[in-house]
């Protein structure tokens, strides 16, 4: 039996950044949310294999044209090296020179208007647009980007080994692989001058700087040619890492990078601009040329009081209890006095007193597991939270949900009736809500939270059946790195533990809500992450979970 281990600068507003005027355009927001799951992720492999059989058949029509554009090529070169280099009486040959006026007004014409090159481009296009609904949108791409730069800081990774394909990190002066995954690709300069951009574009210059200069690096090694399916190019990226460079106060590096770029684009008049103030910035504060002083710093969040916390309990256990330090902590097999537990008692590890945290290991069978996400899959829609009086799609929260009725398949109602004799609650309709199905996508994670409500305008109190006094938290799925349930105040975490279950109380016996139990779902950092949460209010429990004056029990 496994058990788990425990100076400030004036800034010039009239330095022009790149894109300025397109970003005054409005341009209304896509509904992509395909980075939330991972399972959407890995629906979007088929549509690309139907994309590449489009491009398949233009690969072959388009090598039959070229063709035979290369036998026309040889034919008239042919003729003007046998021909027409040849005496000027060839010309006095009427077959001779009509065929010449014959190519040039007719032949010419029909090669470089080809009705065939037409045809073949429109016919991809229209492949292209039949699976375009099933492609991700432009909300996709920043999302997953957005997920890169999660798990860079939650884990404390580098840009450049991201870039390698690798999840690296720095201790003690030398760079660490932390987790080497099975399947890798490394990345283009494209593809990190677009997680540049997408930091660039919400100012935040922390992320955009570091990897811009990788993107720069990379197009450098790849000779700065533009390729046609890239969106980026050296210029571009010098272009946004200069302005970044001079947003975090590194003006003198600003300069070097602006004068760079003029020797692609001598001409280029926004450039020439913020060049002379550059120039000017240096000349009147001389304090800023000195790049080695400016530190950059990360943008403050809203969990910034408890972000060190929750990014160390990521990254480790936390001071994860010992149970030979701690009495109250145990393993055992456990039947909680249910008949339907005797010949197959459950496998229970006591991880917390306070907050009382119980894993029960082999919850659900492995076809159980695969039963539910099965189920889900079709309901799967963005994760919200509670906002105010309303519920809301939020970045701290990148997941898809599905709930499901004990109705919806005897699976569900085994797992329901599986809960309540270990929990000894009562989940009929409606002191338990459905049991709610979540898969994480690119970097998907639940910042720090509470289960239960702690404003009295939250949503969960139209259910008129009080507040969530317990969560249950089955694990689906096995993670390759990352996932784990950090306990932030409580200062320990837990691992995805496959297909075992998570147990907690939300409230004190006196109805107040348990701060001890503030939690977080740490980003997935490789692997598919499904969890099934079942969340018990209060009425309905009055004989199961008894009331107490006493706040600590």
Not at 240 to 246: C, E, P, R, T
Not at 482 to 500: H, K, L, Q, R
């Amino acid at each position: 039996m496994t058990w788990i281990a425990s100076g400030k600068i004036s800034i010039d507003w009239k330095i022009i950044p790149v894109w300025s005027v397109i970003n005054l355009i409005f341009v209304p927001p896509l509904s992509g949310e395909m980075y939330t799951s991972v399972k959407n992720m890995q629906q979007v492999i088929s549509v690309e294999k139907e994309l590449l059989n489009h491009l398949r058949t233009y690969i072959e029509d388009e090598t039959l044209r070229l063709n035979d554009i290369k036998r026309f090529y040889a034919r008239v070169s042919a003729l003007h090296s046998e021909v027409y280099n040849g005496p000027e009486t060839a010309m006095a040959n009427p077959l001779v020179a009509f065929t010449l006026i014959k190519r040039l007004q007719s032949e010419w014409m029909n090669i470089v208007y080809s009705n065939e090159a037409k045809e073949n481009a429109e016919a991809f296009r229209a492949g292209y647009e039949k699976e375009e609904s099933g492609l991700p949108k432009s909300e996709d791409l920043q999302g997953a980007a957005r997920g890169l730069m999660r798990l860079q800081d939650v884990y404390a990774l580098r840009v450049d080994g991201l870039a390698s394909g690798h999840f690296r990190t720095a201790s003690g002066g030398d760079t660490v692989d932390i987790y080497r995954p099975t399947v890798s690709v490394p990345l283009s300069g494209d593809d990190c001058f677009l997680v540049g951009k997408v930091a660039y574009e919400q100012e935040d210059y922390y992320h955009s700087v570091q990897w811009l200069e990788e993107a720069v690096r990379l197009f450098r090694e790849e000779g700065g040619d533009w390729v046609p399916e890239n969106e980026g190019t050296l210029e571009d990226t010098l272009d946004h890492l200069a302005f970044s460079h001079f947003k975090t106060g590194n003006v003198s590096y600003a300069l070097s990078l602006s004068r760079e770029l003029l020797r692609y684009d001598p001409s280029n008049v926004r450039v020439l601009r913020n060049v002379e103030k550059y120039e000017k910035l240096l000349v009147a504060s001389p304090a800023l040329d000195s790049p080695e002083k400016i530190a950059l710093r990360r943008p403050n969040t809203t969990y910034l009081s408890t972000r060190n916390t929750y990014e160390w309990l990521c990254q480790t256990l936390g001071s994860q209890p010992k149970h030979y330090e701690n009495p109250g902590l145990f393993c055992d097999s456990f039947t909680n006095g249910s008949p339907s537990l005797l010949l197959k008692p459950m496998r229970r590890e006591v991880v917390s007193v306070r907050p009382y945290v119980v894993l029960y290991h082999s919850f659900v069978t492995s076809g159980e597991a695969e039963s539910i996400r099965h189920l889900a899959h079709p309901g799967l829609r963005r994760s919200v939270v509670a906002s105010g009086e309303k519920q809301a799609t939020a970045e701290y929260r990148i997941s898809k949900s599905a709930w499901l009725k004990e109705t919806a398949h005897p699976v569900v109602e085994r797992v329901d009736q599986r809960i309540a004799a270990l929990t000894g609650l009562n989940l009929q309709q409606p002191y338990a809500e459905y049991l709610q199905v979540v898969n994480y996508g690119i970097g998907g994670h639940y910042e720090p939270h509470f289960d239960h409500a702690t404003s009295a305008s939250s949503p969960l109190y139209r259910l008129k059946t009080g507040n969530r006094v317990a969560t249950f938290m089955i694990y689906l799925s096995s993670v390759e790195a990352g996932g784990s349930t950090a306990f932030i105040y409580a200062n320990f975490s837990i691992p995805v533990v496959e297909n075992a279950a998570l147990f907690w109380w939300n409230l004190h016996r006196n109805g107040q809500g348990n701060g001890d139990t503030l939690h977080a779902g740490c980003p997935v950092l490789v692997g598919d992450k499904w969890v099934a949460n079942k969340w018990v209010h209060e009425h309905g429990q009055e004989f199961q979970r008894r009331c107490s004056p006493n706040p600590e029990e």
